[in-house]
């Protein structure tokens, strides 16, 4: 399968709605959404997928500001958790790409 990635900066729920369309009507294999700095945003926009775009597969980067905290100072773990928790309720774990995490000393998917 041929993967291209568009990454999207999260910052609000449904500001990045047009964006989004707009992207993936042009035939993407997925999309990459990043930087979440807080669990909040990082559940809005998984929400947002698996109840919008029922066909697309994804995945959802968090900001870290150490390794242990996101960016707004929140534990990475339990947010990390509650992403996969909502991804596996939804029983769409196929559509998952990954989890990723941003941090000046390191960035990962």
């Known amino acids: ?27 993407e294999d997925g999309l990459a959404v990043e930087t979440a700095p807080c669990k909040m945003k990082a559940e ?20 870290c500001k150490d390794e242990l905290r996101l960016a707004y100072g929140e534990n990475f773990a339990n947010a990390a958790k509650t992403f996969w928790e909502l991804i596996r309720n939804a029983n769409a774990v196929d559509r998952l790409y990954g989890v990723g995490v941003n941090h000046k000393l390191f960035i990962s998917f």
């Open 1 to 27: 399968m041929n993967l291209r990635w568009t990454a999207l900066l999260v910052s609000k729920y449904m500001c990045h709605r047009t964006r989004i369309e707009v992207v993936l009507s042009g035939g």
């Open 44 to 63: 809005a926009v998984t929400e947002m997928f698996l109840k919008d775009y029922l066909d697309e597969k994804f995945c959802v980067s968090f900001q």
